[in-house]
């Protein structure tokens, strides 16, 4: 009889958990129940189109625009970021990891170069004595006969402040000046105008030639610049960690989640690959700092290479020119600014950036497996779910291994006939693996929005203390 009265304990229990009741609590001498609230359809697609904005827009931090380029330029240059990032996300981190291994290797490079460690010049004082010790011997300073002197206190508090003031104006060459220089961040003028937009090579070449003065722009420079600081970073990840913990805890009390839900949770975590790796890049920064040409001995074109890529308005260069730069397979140069998608030495840690770009590809697409049982308003939505997910999860491997075979020089086969029929095999296996991915990720998106039409109604219950979570 007590076990009979225990079981339907634990199963009043449980169905007190999944009801969809408002602010309804059942405790218990071990146990208490989480009070649940209902939520809307729309606070559904809010939260998830507000995640997904932070994930798509806000988090993506291209590279600086030429002076050339006008307003509806960079805008639709800026849209076709978004879609990029909307259809194959885990290019647009291994686009920042590219970035990111190659701004720590111009730290380098620059901070051995010693043209960038050269102290501030100090500012002259009234008192000479003191001018004279170094600003990071100053606090060890007798400063007993400054204090007990009227006049020499005045003295010594410019000092103080002065140092102080030093301190923030600090031209050591950081991450952040690395991230700027690869973005285009540095142009070169010659007679007042515009010429080129140069590369990390070339700085310090010229500098070392004297043909140009280094550059004295400070990171707090380089932050006035950007458009991002740490708050209004902070607040698109605060956001992006309670979309996440929500779900986390409608698994945790068995609730349905929506698709939607589930396909910009794969968004939230790449997101945070993106921001950790772009985190002291500047954001949406308009204008290049100016260098300028001083030299009047040696030719400009003895020092750069001016052989450069003009942009060409026809829908097949749009389209295979950025994927040639997000897969570093070539890129371009540009005489005013950097390649929309690229900001990089080359082929650095090759083989890590196309294994993690493997592995971040395949985790993107095996969060949209999740979905495999959730609930579809008809069977062919799921058949096509299914197969979309296994699909964008199985293929970026694949697609890789074909493209390698085609360009690797791994056909030795002969006769050459044979040769070449394996050849335009593999370029057909290629392309239909892009086609099939590119087709699923769109297939996923409108599947995304087309379930919300006919939800379960436990999608619609949700737990009342993931309110009190600051979000946006």
Known sequence: MMRLLLC???????????????????????????????????????????????????????????????????????????????????????????????????????EESGYFNVPRPQKQSENRELAEVPAEQLEDHDRARLLDAPAEASTFKKLFQAYFSNQSEDYAWTQTHSFFLLMGGFMLYVDGEPYITLEPHE?????????????????????????????SKGLVILQVTWFILQLITRAIYHLETTQLETGTLAFAVLNFLTYALWWNKPLDVQCPYPVYWKSTESKLEDHINVVTYDDEEDVISAIIVPILELTSSFVYRHRLRVPTFDGSLGARNKWILVFAGILIATTFGGIHCIAWFFTFPTNLEQVLWRISAVAITCTPCLEYLSFNFIFGDKITIKPEIIRQIIYMLSIVTTVTFGLLYIVGRVMLVVLMFTTLRHLPLDAYTTVSWISLVPHL
Request: one cysteine or more; glycine letters at 4%; proline letters at 6%.
């Open 203 to 231: 700085i310090l070449n010229l500098i070392r030639e004297g043909c140009i003065d280094a550059p004295t722009l400070t990171a707090k420079q380089i932050g006035d610049k950007s458009k991002g600081n740490v708050i």
């Open 8 to 110: 339907m304990i634990l199963y009043l229990v449980g169905v007190i958990q999944a009801a969809p009741t408002t602010n309804a609590t059942t405790t218990s001498e071990y146990f208490e129940a989480p009070s649940f609230t209902n939520r809307t359809l729309s606070s559904i697609i809010s939260s998830s189109v507000l995640t997904l904005f932070a994930c798509v827009y806000t988090a993506i931090h291209p590279n600086i625009p030429s002076p050339e380029d006008s307003p509806f330029y960079i805008l639709r240059r800026r849209l076709g970021i978004m879609i990029v990032a909307l259809v194959v996300p885990e290019l647009v981190v291994v686009w920042a990891m590219r970035q990111w291994t190659s701004a720590r290797k111009v730290t380098e490079d620059f």
